[in-house]
């Protein structure tokens, strides 16, 4: 079966080193624990307001250090850990830390008074606490959740980088190796741009559950880069030369496509809600409809769909399905598959919090003026 799948380099650990790879996870997330506590980083406000003050939240920001000191300690293998352990432990690695989301999961769950949500199961899956921070807001859980899980997402895509390039030499495939830099660069950019990610709606509608712990820690952190697991084991695709080159540079550009919609969305939004009369890029007037003291962006990026980040990202995914150039392999597809399909759900999820938020009237008169969901013209 492991065969058929092109995955069973993934299960050849020994006991022992099954064992460790399973224990990876916990051991890194209090590595991370501590790094956030520890580490130096500015205090901003947020957009979500703190109940007890009437103040916006204020977090620490210390992401970008974060990640550029898990970088070096990975590069240099100053651990004695080898760069291509997270690959070759990954499986075990997913079920250890799903292991530890769930126990983190029940603290976080279960410790909170039961509020809305009064079903245990439900409450399980989608929390309870809007926020938990700790030593006098030093610690930030969401924060930590996605300092945790975007580095070792790009960890992970490096790891696979070293366990190809150490098995195929000059035979590999350079698409592995742009996949790498790309998600690397990918959180890098989420890091130095960490302030914006306290507009988005993870932070200011996810509620501390299995979906949002385990989501940040497991699936972005390890599971995002899952088409990595077959293709790091495949050689380089037999494509000519020239034809490689085109390959490599049409993908590239795909990706930057991509991220150009998603960061400069994030980025529109994100100066509306701190800035609301200030131009986007020097060029753009802000044109919104009045919900209140509430208002809803719609030109620029947010006329074009009323989730036209999320279309970014999809098209990232695509990149990342073609790069590799093994077209036929369904690991290549795995990523484009689950994006799409998220950011459609998760869309779905967003319109209802935006109908709560700004009211159903105003919210079909945005409907009315930006018609499409994500994909204009499509959908």
């Not at 899980?149 to 960890?155: E, I, K, N, S, W």
Request: glycine content about 8%; some cysteine; proline content about 5%.
């Amino acid at each position: 079966m492991l065969e058929r799948l092109g995955i069973e380099h993934l299960f050849a650990l020994s006991g022992t080193e099954a064992l460790l790879g399973f224990l990876t996870p916990l051991a890194l997330f209090v590595v991370f624990f501590l790094a956030q506590v520890i580490l130096p980083g500015r205090r901003v406000p947020g957009y979500v307001t703190d109940p007890a003050t009437g103040k916006p939240r204020a977090y620490k920001l210390s992401g970008i250090l974060v990640f550029a000191l898990a970088l070096v300690v990975w590069a240099l293998e100053l651990t004695g850990m080898p760069r291509d352990w997270f690959y070759r432990s990954a499986p075990y690695a997913v079920a250890g830390g799903t292991v530890v989301a769930f126990v983190l999961t029940i603290i976080a769950v279960f410790s909170q008074p039961r509020g809305e949500v009064k079903n245990p199961i439900a409450a399980f899956w989608l929390g309870r606490a809007q926020e938990l921070s700790f030593f006098n807001n030093r610690f930030d859980v969401k924060m930590y959740l996605y300092v945790a899980g975007g580095t070792m997402l790009a960890l992970n895509a490096l790891s696979a980088a070293a366990y190809h390039y150490e098995r195929f030499g000059a035979d590999s495939n350079p698409g592995v190796f742009l996949f790498a830099a790309f998600m690397t660069f990918y959180i890098a950019d989420y890091f130095f741009f960490e302030r914006v990610q306290l507009y988005t709606y993870d932070l200011i509608h996810e509620k501390l559950g299995f979906k949002l712990i385990w989501g940040a820690l497991v699936i972005w952190g390890w599971l995002y880069v899952l088409p990595i697991w077959g293709m790091a084991a495949l050689p380089r695709p037999e494509i000519s030369s020239p034809w490689t080159y085109i390959l490599l540079g049409g993908t590239a550009a795909l990706l930057w496509f991509g991220w150009s919609i998603s960061r400069g969305a994030n980025m529109q939004k994100y100066t509306f809600k701190r800035w609301p009369d200030r131009k986007f890029l020097g060029l753009i007037e802000p044109e919104y409809i009045a919900a209140g003291d509430r208002k809803i962006l719609c030109n620029g990026f947010w006329g074009a769909a009323r989730h036209f980040n999320y279309m970014g990202e999809v098209i990232i995914a695509l990149g990342v399905a073609l790069l590799f150039g093994h077209f036929a392999n369904p690991w290549a597809w795995v990523y484009f598959v689950y994006m799409t399909t998220y950011e459609i759900t998760h869309q779905r999820d967003d319109e209802k919090e935006c109908i709560k938020k700004y009211g159903a009237e105003k919210w079909a008169e945005y409907q009315a003026k930006v018609k499409y969901r994500i994909f204009p013209g499509i959908y």
